[in-house]
């Protein structure tokens, strides 16, 4: 029942894929199947419905029945009409003409306003800004506390006074202007959408400060009413733009649709941790495809260019094409690897992955322990495990603070793995059955 | 795309393959995995090419948002209505358990449940031979009220000094603050409280809890930014005993279920928190009402790693109804046990099924779609 939205469409997809043409009561059966999915996934059901009757609108017309490959059809519909329902213009900020650009962060109680507030403005820095952060959450015990910490790592100084929050906001878009700051960024207390006395109180505050750009933050797990409380907001502050958090999570999201929808404003920005790092701009495409399963290939290699050592990683490459591939290589990787942040996360983005993979109960913990075998053993037992016995077993097994069992079964569970490699052409000693017979015959050759 | 970064994500493929492949609790089962990847990395070179073609049938599809926002109106769907609707209906009464069905949706019940609770009424309705309005009303009802696990829904404290309770849950569910409440309900019961900072990891979080521990008269024991939590609750138990404190209320960072060390984490917690002197008596999820179906995959998570005895669903003085939660209840069998009902200190009520069922199915206007608005596309 919960699988996710990408696994329900792939299930669907893979009964249409091939059919040459779909009869109306096929089309009803893949809509109530979509349908499903979207409300799984959080989609406002008025929202689902208007999407689906879309989908079914241009589906079942006289198009489709002429149409090649009606399935193929409906797969780039379905596609393109979610791109487009998440999508619309790319944020591109406009900076004042007179600094400081001012930006206000508004939303619900402990969606993430604070944390993406210091995302914001490390953001900013990054595009060359030199932003002020303002703590006007007044309420909440240490929100300002907080924000002075996210502040520190961020290296962005924060204001904030005692008592009201309009003062302080006002205050502090004065003082972004005095210490010659370009961009500042208001934090506020979250509040209710249905609490009139705070939704007066940020109506003030953005009346006061008059943003230049208000940013309503929403959780990606949020469920069915995400629409009423983002369209009051939207009523109030008249917002620009949507920053989605918590995409980190194994939550489909589905809201990010509906909101986009209900209250016309694009997703700009999307929060994808607790660290400051990560942060990044929304895009709707990546955002499409990831839903139909296509993977999320864009981002993965955003990350991986950010976060890989290109040196390594190349040698590993090309350790894996001549054969080569040992435990050595393996830490190396995995370590790499692992900066692009837990594993699960990464998977999540490549395409093509099977579900019972991608839901496979990684344990983070287990890749502790791995490291800390490998890294037990001396070099020359990572290029040749074979030469571990007994003794040797003990003493890595000591070392890492683990059962020579345990070694054992990773011993033998990474030759089943080169085995795997070499069938793939990739990797493992006896793929090098080749290089070294090529190896010979250039000599030969040579002379 | 750049061949190298194909190459780059082969590597990818290939080491996270191995790693899933040594690290998988699957064993043997995951042998296909690199296969299948390596698949994967063809998919990566040629997924340009699957990629949808946006003009082709983009614009002709894209929802303009002002016409979307035109048709998503309120469409008032209480259950008032909804019965009002029924008495006067032709006979057929598909279109009313339609509109039923979208407002339990609306309720984030889940569409499997809702379905599961319509069903259920209308056969008991069909059994009982009456069609009239208050008698699917009560059905439905019934149905739901069916759904609650029977029994004791107050918390817990052990016969001997000093309990424990734990909680739990994902990130800015509420979790301080229904400490902070909870800490002032103990007071109130006469208890001695200990409060235990043991989010570390969030900026201040340490700060916040103190704040409530002066505000409800409680000790409070905290250490440095990063320290590991377990030592910190184990602190304060010692504290507790030590000094002749009732009990140890210990906060948690909050953490997605999805990050397997730290739900690894959460288990050393609860371990700590059951050892003697310590009586672990309640360990409480929390759960923010406006949750969508995530949530029950939460209740899921959380009860395998740290046996939740009871959760507490917060935030429900806002417009979000927490239907989640009742899914959560009926299929984990796990009492929603309090409610939060706003940011102060007494706003901490005990959790009433009949309550939540009247604010449940009293629905306020919902965004719905008529059908004049669908049958205008
Ligand atoms: N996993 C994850 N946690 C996040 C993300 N963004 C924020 N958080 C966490 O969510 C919790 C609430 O975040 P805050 O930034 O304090 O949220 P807020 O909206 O300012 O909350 P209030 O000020 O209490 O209304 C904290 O524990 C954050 O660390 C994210 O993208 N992923
Ligand atoms: N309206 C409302 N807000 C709440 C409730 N419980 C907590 N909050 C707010 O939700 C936010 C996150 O709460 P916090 O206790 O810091 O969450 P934690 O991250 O889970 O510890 C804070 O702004 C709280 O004031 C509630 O029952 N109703
Ligand atoms: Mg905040
Ligand atoms: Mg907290």
């Excluded at chain 1, 040459?20 to 199947?33: F, I, M, P």
């Excluded at chain 1, 692009?340 to 991608?358: A, H, N």
């Excluded at chain 2, 780059?8 to 191995?18: D, F, K, N, T």
């Amino acid at each position: 029942m919960f699988d996710n939205l990408t696994d329900r469409f792939e299930e669907i997809f893979s009964r249409i894929r091939g059919k040459g043409r779909l009869s109306e009561a096929e089309v009803d059966a893949v809509l109530r199947e979509i349908r499903a999915a979207l409300i799984e996934a959080d989609v406002n059901v008025g929202v689902v419905r208007l999407f689906v009757e879309r989908v079914r609108a241009n589906t079942v017309g006289e198009e489709l029945q002429r149409s090649l490959s009606p399935a193929q059809h409906v797969i780039k519909m379905v596609n393109a009409e979610l791109t487009n329902a998440l999508g619309g213009e790319n944020l591109k900020i406009m900076y004042a003409s007179k600094p400081p650009t001012v930006v206000l962060m508004a939303g619900l109680q402990g969606v993430g306003k604070t944390t993406a507030a210091a995302k914001l403005a490390l953001w900013f820095r990054h595009q060359g800004r030199n932003p002020l952060l303002v703590g006007a959450d007044l309420q909440r015990p240490a929100a300002v506390e907080q924000l002075k910490v996210l502040g520190g790592q961020a290296n962005v100084t924060v204001f904030s006074l005692e008592g009201d929050p309009v003062r302080t906001a006002v205050a502090g878009v004065e003082e972004a202007r005095r210490i010659g700051r370009d961009v500042v960024i208001v934090d506020t207390a979250g509040r209710l959408s249905i609490d009139k006395e705070l939704m007066d109180e940020v109506r003030k505050i953005s009346g006061s400060i008059s943003p230049n750009y208000t940013f309503l933050v929403i959780d990606a797990m949020v469920g069915q009413d995400a629409v009423n409380s983002a369209k009051v907001f939207n009523e109030a502050l008249s917002l620009d733009g949507i920053i989605l958090t918590k995409l980190d999570g194994d939550a489909r999201g589905g809201a990010a649709l509906s909101v986009r929808q209900v209250v016309g404003k694009p997703i700009s920005f999307v929060s994808t941790g607790e660290k400051l790092a990560d942060f990044d701009l929304f895009y709707p495409d990546r955002m499409a495809n990831r839903i139909l399963g296509m993977g999320d290939v864009l981002t993965l290699i955003e990350q991986a260019e950010r976060t890989l050592d290109k040196e390594i990683t190349e040698k590993g490459a090309k350790k894996l094409k001549g054969g080569k591939f040992d435990l050595e290589d393996f830490l190396e990787q995995m370590q790499q690897v692992k900066r692009m942040g837990p594993l699960k996360g990464v998977l999540s983005m490549l395409p093509g992955v099977p579900k019972e993979i991608r839901n496979a109960d990684i344990n983070e913990g287990e890749l502790v322990k791995v490291e800390a075998i490998i890294s037990s053993m001396t070099r020359a037992e990572r290029s040749n495990p074979d030469m571990i016995d007994g003794s040797r077993r003990l003493r890595i097994a000591r070392g890492a603070g683990t059962t020579t069992a345990a070694v054992g079964t990773l011993l033998k569970q990474f030759k089943d793995m080169q085995k795997m490699m070499r069938s793939m052409g990739m990797g493992g000693p006896s793929a090098t059955k080749k290089s070294p017979n090529r190896a010979i015959s250039k000599k030969k050759k040579r002379r | 795309m750049t061949t190298e970064f194909i190459v780059v994500i082969a590597v990818l493929l290939v080491v996270i393959a191995s790693t899933i492949y040594l690290v998988s609790k699957r064993g043997r089962s995951t042998l296909s995995i690199p296969a299948k990847t390596a698949g994967g990395s063809t998919v990566v070179s040629s997924s340009a090419a699957v990629a949808p073609t946006p003009d082709v049938v983009a614009t002709e599809l894209l929802i303009p948002p002002g016409d979307l926002k035109k048709g998503v109106r309120r469409a008032g769907l209480s259950f008032g209505r909804l019965f009002g609707n029924i008495l006067g209906s032709d006979g057929s009464n598909q279109k009313v358990w339609d509109e039923l069905e979208e407002t339990l949706l609306l309720s984030d019940l889940g569409l499997e449940l809702s379905t599961r609770v319509i069903e259920g009424a209308k056969k008991a309705l069909e059994a009982s031979g009456q069609r009239d309005g208050s008698a699917m009303a009560n059905a439905v009802r019934m149905e739901l009220r069916g759904l609650f696990v029977e029994g004791e829904r107050d918390l817990e404290y052990a016969g001997e000094s000093p309990t424990v309770w734990l909680v739990v849950g994902v990130n800015g569910v509420g979790k301080t603050t229904s400490i902070g409440k909870l800490s002032a309900m103990a007071a109130a019961d006469g208890k001695k409280v200990v409060l235990a900072a043991g989010d570390t990891f969030r900026a201040a979080a340490a700060d916040q809890l103190q704040m409530w521990a002066e505000r409800t008269g409680a000790d409070i024991v905290r250490s440095v930014p990063g320290a590991d939590p377990s030592s910190v609750v184990y602190d304060s138990i010692q504290k507790a005993a030590a000094r002749g404190f009732d009990m140890v209320i210990a906060d948690t960072a909050g953490r997605l279920h999805t990050k397997s060390n730290l739900m690894d984490e959460l288990r050393k917690l609860r371990r700590t928190a059951e050892k003697e002197p310590a009586h672990l008596m309640e360990v409480l999820l929390v759960l923010d009402a406006t949750t969508g179906q995530n949530g029950l995959v939460q209740a899921r998570e959380f009860a395998k790693a740290a046996q939740i005895t009871g959760v507490i669903l917060t935030k429900l003085d806002g417009s979000a109804k927490g239907g989640i939660a009742l899914a959560a209840e009926a299929e984990l069998g796990v009492p929603i046990k309090l409610v939060g009902i706003g940011e102060k200190v007494n706003d901490l009520i005990v959790f009433s099924p009949d309550e939540f069922l009247d604010a449940l199915l009293e629905v306020e206007p919902q965004y719905g779609l008529s059908d004049e608005d669908l049958g205008a596309n």
